[in-house]
């Protein structure tokens, strides 16, 4: 079974920094684009960076600059470094992956995962 467990959410005073960590575990074959997601209350869903295998990577605007995706393929995890944290940016930060898996019947899939979330709190 794959798993995609999140961690390093927690509360920082704005201008500080937080380092999220998403560990896949499982049947995994390889590892494609990686990347984290963000809902803040009342909001939708929204991509904040993404990482491909080859490492090429994409941020939302309202971050370039301050956050830093990365990825360990060894470790099969990807991390996100958020530097000068304003308010704005509290939410349920969300890994995603899209991964080749082996199935329960050995086939080769390719899925995309979800984390349950971390929660990222900013205070003024």
């Known amino acids: 079974q794959v798993q995609l467990v999140e961690s390093g959410g927690g509360l920082v005073q704005a201008g500080g920094s937080l380092r999220l960590s998403c560990a896949a575990s499982?049947?995994?074959?390889?590892?494609?684009?990686m990347g984290w997601y963000r809902q803040a209350p009342g909001k939708q869903r929204e991509l904040v960076a993404s990482i491909a295998g080859a490492g090429s990577t994409n941020y939302a605007d309202s971050v370039k600059g301050r956050f830093i995706i990365s990825r360990d393929n060894i470790k099969n995890t990807v991390y996100l470094q958020m530097n000068n944290l304003k308010p704005e940016d509290t939410a349920v930060y969300y890994c995603?992956?899209?991964?080749?898996?082996?199935?329960?019947?050995?086939?080769?899939?390719?899925?995309?995962?979800w984390g349950k979330g971390t929660l990222v709190t900013v205070s003024s």
């Open positions: 995603n992956a899209d991964l080749v898996v082996i199935s329960g019947t050995l086939r080769q899939l390719r899925e995309t995962y």
């Open positions: 499982g049947s995994i074959l390889s590892m494609n684009t």
